[in-house]
C-alpha cells in the first residue's frame, strides 16, 4: 500500500501534535471504518495514544491519500452513525 502524504495533511499532523507514522498504522489497520455519506469518503478510525482520531481518506487501488485528521468522541461517532452520516464501508 502507497501512502500519499499533502502539505495539507502533514501540517494538520503537526499542528494537532499526531504522528504520520502512527496515522499511516490506523489506515493499514484499523478495523473500525466507516463511509461517509456527506463527503463520500472512506474514514478509518483509531486510537493516537490516548485521543480517538478518525481520517478521512481517499483510495484508488493500492494507493491511499489521506485528507485530514480530527480527534474525536466515540459520542460524536456515534451520533454521526444514527443520523445516517456514516455507513459501515
Known amino acids: 500500500m502507497k501512502f500519499i502524504w499533502s502539505e495539507y495533511i502533514r501540517h494538520r499532523a503537526e499542528?494537532?501534535?499526531f504522528d504520520l507514522g502512527k496515522i499511516e498504522e490506523i489506515l493499514r489497520y484499523s478495523a473500525?471504518?466507516?463511509?461517509?455519506t456527506e463527503t463520500d469518503r472512506l474514514v478509518a478510525v483509531g486510537r493516537h495514544d490516548e485521543r480517538?482520531?478518525?481520517i478521512p481518506y481517499e483510495a484508488y487501488g493500492d494507493t491511499?491519500?489521506?485528507?485530514t485528521v480530527h480527534a474525536v468522541?466515540?459520542?460524536?461517532?456515534n451520533f454521526r452513525?444514527?443520523?445516517?452520516r456514516f455507513s459501515n464501508g
Open 64 to 67: 491511499v491519500r489521506a485528507v
Open 81 to 84: 452513525i444514527k443520523t445516517g
Open 73 to 77: 468522541t466515540r459520542q460524536q461517532i
Open 32 to 36: 473500525e471504518r466507516y463511509f461517509d
Open 15 to 17: 499542528s494537532r501534535k
Open 52 to 54: 480517538l482520531i478518525m
